[in-house]
């Protein structure tokens, strides 16, 4: 007797909704991600250099400094003391007190440890943010020139991106104003960065006090305030931080980490605040997308924050000389302009003079001097006539660096 193979119905599928796409169709999102455009320099650089060339990598923005030996120790003794499992999605109690505690110390801040989540790297934050609130038919606004990835991921959502200009005639600090008078009711989300990248500005607290003031016609706007460099910053400066603001905590996203500061860029470690609104839902995320942050690391982190700060505050005195240092030296070049940087470790030269293009005089100064850095557009359409040198490196490095420079451009001049 022949068996009756049973068939499960077709689905009908409604008529609004998408045919099933093929293997490698990808939902739209992924044909608008961007990238960070420092990688595929550092990848050049590092394939220069394995070829023989003598390269000197200006591009890529960590600190050349180690982690500092202290924190080191704490990460192998977390891992000799049997710490190899998964720990709470939102990271550590313990670490998450560290940071509500060091809030503290350094701001007066008063934040509740449930508020913070550890996650693997700076970046996670703006995914996360961005992810959440972008959407077709809202507007995102961000920094332009500002760290690419705010971009990217605004596109990635279908969200229409607004940049908020950064201008070297304001010394790179955002304008409260020119930021207000771009909200409407259509913007979700406002991204802000200082001290920032890739300009080196830092917004005045005067500025922030009147754009938090100003906030108050948009409730329903939220904030992503990127303050990675926060302790980066020059001349006696004391950072301005968005949580000192109760009026805007319920709809403030903060972004900070251990990359910069300590210099652990490779251990991959950030933090950000939320509000309680959204407090579940980036909890949930941690939770299907990379579960916690490797434990180790976290046992490092709270040596960072709990251990002695001198090896922070010697690698900031150390960055003051060098930007000091690579001013002087660019504002010696034929057609090149730098205005001094304020904060992070950028320096952010004013190249229109030279009659390059950023980006062709960012290439062949790799492939032609030697010399890495990013050019500006790679930070936004008002990039054009820039170039970025980080001076996360050596005295002499930037010496040599710029010296190159010197002769590509006077070669060419
Ligand atoms: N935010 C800004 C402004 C940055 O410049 C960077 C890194 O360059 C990050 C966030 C990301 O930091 P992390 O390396 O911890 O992901």
Known sequence: MRRATFRYPAPSRPANVAPMKTALQTIAGFDRIGEENAFAVLARAQELAASGRDIINLGIGQPDFRTPENIVEAAIRALRDGHHGYTPATGLPQLREAVAADLHRRFGVELSPGNIIIVPGGKVTMFAAILMLGEPGADILYPDPGFPIYRS???FTGARPVPVPIREENGFAISAEE??????????????NSPANPCGGVTPKAEIDRLVQGM???PKLAILSDEIYDQMLYDGQTHTTLLAYPEIRDRLILLNGWSKTYAMTGWRLG???WPDALFDKVRKLAVNAWSCVNAPAQYAAIEALTGPQDAVAAMVAEFDTRRKLVVELLNQLPGVSCVTP??????????SGTGFKAKDLASK???QAGVATIGGPDFGTLGEGYIRLS???SQDNIRRAIDRMHDFLGERG
């Open 271 to 273: 933090w950000s605040a």
């Open 365 to 367: 100064l790799l492939e």
């Open 179 to 192: 930021v207000l008078s771009l909200l409407t009711p259509r913007t979700r989300l406002l991204i802000l």
């Open 391 to 393: 001076y996360a490196n």
């Open 153 to 155: 991921m605004i596109e």
């Open 216 to 218: 108050a016609e948009h």
């Open 342 to 351: 304020k904060g992070a470790f950028y320096a952010f030269p004013n190249i």
